[in-house]
Structure formats: structure tokens, C-alpha cells
């Protein structure tokens, strides 16, 4: 709904330091908000893309090049840890496990808070789900990084789901390094 020119100084607006720009498959609008961030002394912009397919969703993190939507979200994840970036669980809501749960292993973080936890519009889609595949990695000796994330579109409010991450510098490599240590603190509905 926004640019990414907008979308940087409405995260200004709204005090977030640091934001991921995850666009559905694509890179470009995040490289886009990053440059422009940077030009205004805006927030810090992680670029990164939602890889999207009808099995999964994904976020990618720290990113130079987009990532292709396949089947098998092992060669996503390949993709992406090759350029140096992170994976993370996108709304590991039910429908998506058959294709994250084979690779969860391998994973680095998981969505842990967004919007349908105040109520969905899709009625299948339940937070507790969420809550359930970061807990199962975690019974099964996975630690995920903990991620709140807005899911930002059109009319929802940007920054409702925050994500607290302790880095050791306000910089992208500050903020991928405290992702990647799984230095991060998500504030739920609860509290």
C-alpha cells in the first residue's frame, strides 16, 4: 500500500529503529527503502523479501538478491543461507507445517506474534498455532529466534507486533547478528 519511501518515514513516525522489508517475492522494494533510509537518517532497513508459495511462507533476511518461490522450502532455505541470511517461520499457522515441519531443524527463527493473534479473519489460522511450532522446535532441541512481526498491509497498523532485539550497534550487520545469536524479546497480547 505504501512505497518503501513511505513505508520508512511512517516507521519513523511510529519510533521503530529498525525494520525488515519484506516484500512477497520480491527484493527490489526493500533495496529501495534501505537506500532511502540511509539518504534521511531513517530507521535501520533489513532487506529481505516474504518468499511466498501456496504450501509456506517464509521471511528472508539480509539480503542482496531475490529468492525464488519452489515447492521444497530446503532449496529456499539453501538460497538464502547462501547469500548469508536468515530464515524465519512466517505465520506457522497449521496449514504450513506439512512443508515447515520436515525442515524446521533448519530454520532460524520463527514468527511467534502477528496480527491474528487479535483475531483472524481467516478462520483456520490461529495464533496458538504459532505458539505450538515454536514450542515443538524447542522440545525437540531447536532454539528459534523469536520474531513479532506486523505483517504490514494496506490498512493494519505498522509496529503492532514489535520485536525487541539486543544488538550490539544500531547498524544491519548490528541487528543480523543479534537475530542470529537469537537475542530478541516479543511482547504478545498478554503481556
Known amino acids: 500500500f505504501l512505497s518503501p519511501f513511505d513505508l520508512v518515514v511512517h516507521a519513523r513516525r511510529q519510533g521503530l529503529h529498525a525494520i525488515a522489508v519484506t516484500e512477497h517475492n520480491l527484493v527490489f522494494p526493500a533495496l529501495l527503502a534501505r537506500w532511502f ?3 534521511t537518517g531513517g530507521p535501520v532497513v533489513i532487506v529481505g523479501e516474504e518468499v511466498t508459495s501456496s504450501r509456506y511462507h517464509v521471511h528472508a533476511y539480509g539480503l542482496r538478491d531475490r529468492v525464488l518461490p519452489t515447492y521444497d522450502p530446503a532449496r529456499v532455505i539453501d ?3 547462501a547469500q548469508g541470511g536468515l530464515v524465519v517461520a512466517a505465520h506457522p499457522v497449521r496449514e504450513f507445517w506439512p512443508a515447515l515441519l ?6 532460524d527463527g520463527a514468527e511467534i506474534m502477528h496480527p491474528i493473534a487479535f483475531g483472524s479473519a ?8 504459532m505458539e505450538e511450532f ?10 528459534l529466534t523469536a520474531v513479532g512481526a506486523s505483517d504490514y498491509h494496506f490498512f493494519s497498523y505498522l509496529g503492532l507486533c ?5 544488538a550490539r550497534e544500531a547498524t544491519e550487520a548490528g541487528v543480523m547478528e543479534a537475530l542470529r545469536a537469537g537475542r530478541t524479546v ?3 497480547h498478554r503481556g
Not at 162 to 166: K, P
Request: proline share 3%; hydrophobic share 40%.
Open 186 to 188: 516479543v511482547q504478545d
Open 79 to 81: 538460497a538464502v543461507h
Open 102 to 107: 520436515p525442515v524446521r531443524g533448519r530454520l
Open 37 to 39: 533510509s540511509r539518504a
Open 162 to 166: 514489535r520485536t525487541w532485539v539486543f
Open 122 to 129: 481467516r478462520g483456520a489460522w490461529s495464533w496458538s498455532q
Open 134 to 143: 515454536f514450542e515443538g522446535a524447542a522440545a525437540g532441541g531447536h532454539r
